[in-house]
């Protein structure tokens, strides 16, 4: 019979350590979130043509987001928009000087986790 030799199991990082490659999930207040959606309001009101695209997804017209506006969903409804399209939420992010994992979390405070929009 062979004798193995015990090698011991390496010790593995801690979890919560971050590093370059995984950075921790930003932390976002439901204060900064609205302002965060607000913002990109904003960013697509000041363009037309992203403007439309918006209303023709959302069934909207122009009108008709100013009373949206007042429901409580309707911002997170935005940020759902922005993280929908890649191209859009990084133009977004670079012109705002945010994170795109900033504007996902801003989502997930007012839309809910994106397991919840597939149901």
Known sequence: MTERHFRPHPKPEPRTKSTPERPRPARV?????FEIAVQALSW???????LD????????????????????????????????DEESLLIFANETDLRPDVISGAREILAGPAEWQSI
């Open 44 to 50: 697509l009101a000041a363009d037309a043509e992203r």
């Open 29 to 33: 207040t439901q204060e900064r979130a």
């Open 53 to 84: 695209r918006f209303l023709s997804l959302s069934g909207l017209d122009h009108e008709g987001i100013r009373r949206a506006a007042q429901e409580p969903g309707f911002l997170g409804a935005v940020l759902e928009h922005l993280c929908a």
